[in-house]
């Protein structure tokens, strides 16, 4: 009988740079997105919130740049200056 290879478990994907949009609730986003920032700083203990508030400014931002991306692009903004 010949022996099997041992099974070995795929890499995950290192994260793209930027946020991607998911299909996921907000809050699970955030929650994905800290624990990324928590293994970038070498899973260091003690900034679980301040991961968790900048993973959530990352995403907000990321979803306000591309809201006015789509309004530009729907013409929905003014390229006037005020004077």
């Known amino acids: 009988m010949a022996s099997r290879a041992p099974v070995v478990p795929k890499r995950a994907p290192a994260p793209k ?45 990321a979803e306000e740049e591309e809201s006015l991306s789509r309004a530009e692009g729907e013409g929905l903004t003014s390229a006037r200056a005020v004077t």
Request: glycine residues 6%; hydrophobic residues 30%.
């Open 17 to 61: 740079k930027g946020i991607e949009k998911q299909s996921l609730p907000l809050e699970e986003q955030i929650r994905k997105r800290a624990h990324q920032i928590y293994l970038q700083r070498g899973r260091q203990h003690g900034s679980a919130v301040d991961d968790w508030l900048q993973a959530e400014a990352e995403l907000r931002q």
